[in-house]
């Protein structure tokens, strides 16, 4: 019986021990796969340099030396898989300028974020939900009035603006969509104080005092409830020749829908070679709670563009 004991314990350790030995390699045979949490996605980054610089010395018929340098950035990252739709983008543009006799001054302040995601229907329609933030990134003033700085007309979070809404998006590319909001939420927030300059008053008035940006003297919000429709068209002119639009349209339905409030930017790019690009810029803006007026900018110079 003992015999048998010690026969049969001997065999489960030489047993034991060339199943542990085959371990290893039964764990290089078995493949686990996890799901891929990037499957789906695109992303692109894009920025470009645009300097523009004049100089003047003993010119008789007058100006003023100046340089400016502006940067666009954006951002875009899209997932499709199925029937589901998810596009990113978020945009910033910003500039200075130094002119001849005085210091550096800002010319432009944006950043700017869309998403909008959408479950398939038949054709080229989806439903949707959106979400837009715009908001400057640092002070603005006004320069030929507050020569110290001592007045900011706008900052960070002052204002911010978010619009968010469902609605139904028409996509037939990544390079065209249009999307309509007819119940969309937009509110307005300004951080801390900014001011305007009142010309009957002839002096700086802030928010506590005046209403600015449409928010109400001493308060911070305001909400709005209207229809809102944006869309986007990337085109080729030539094949070294790209336009970008982006427009949005939003009508407050609670206080004077018949003021459509109007954003619109357009960028030209023309290519040179694998670095150097010359690019048209031009925006406006109409939102009657602002300035009662259309409101322009523009831009035109050489510059770098990068691809990351």
Do not use: C
Not at 138 to 150: G, R
């Amino acid at each position: 019986m003992i015999r048998f004991f010690t026969l049969f314990l001997l065999f489960s350790v030489l047993m034991a021990e060339a199943q542990i030995t085959e371990v290893p390699k039964e764990v290089k045979r078995i493949q686990v796969k996890f799901p891929d949490s990037t499957q789906g996605w695109k992303k692109k980054n894009n920025i470009k340099l645009l300097i523009n610089q004049s100089l003047y010395e003993n010119w008789q018929s007058g100006g003023v030396s100046n340089i400016e340098l502006k940067t666009h950035f954006k951002h875009n990252f899209n997932y499709q898989k199925e029937d589901l739709i998810w596009d990113n983008t978020l945009l910033v543009d910003y500039g200075l300028s130094k002119v001849n006799g005085f210091e550096i001054r800002k010319t432009q302040d944006k950043m700017e974020f869309n998403s909008i995601i959408g479950g398939k229907l038949p054709g080229m329609w989806s439903y949707s939900y959106f979400v837009n933030i715009q908001t400057p990134l640092t002070n603005t003033y006004n320069y030929d009035k507050d020569l110290n700085k001592e007045n900011r007309t706008a900052g960070v979070l002052a204002p911010l603006y978010i619009a968010t809404g469902p609605g139904f998006m028409w996509k037939k590319s990544n390079d065209m969509y249009i999307n309509i909001a007819p119940i969309t939420a937009k509110s307005i927030y300004i951080n801390g104080h900014v001011h305007k300059y009142d010309k009957e008053l002839d002096r700086f008035v802030s928010n506590d005092e005046k209403e600015l940006y449409g928010v109400l003297p001493g308060e911070s919000f305001k909400h709005k409830l209207g229809f809102y429709s944006s869309a986007l068209l990337k085109v080729d002119l030539a094949s070294n020749i790209k336009m970008e639009n982006r427009v949005s349209l939003y009508s407050n339905y609670l206080n004077n829908p018949e003021n459509v409030d109007l954003d619109y930017s357009m960028h030209v790019t023309m290519k040179v070679n694998k670095l150097l690009t010359t690019q048209f810029m031009f925006r406006t803006r109409y939102d009657n709670e602002e300035y009662a007026g259309l409101q322009i900018q523009e831009s035109f110079g050489v510059g770098f563009n990068f691809n990351i």
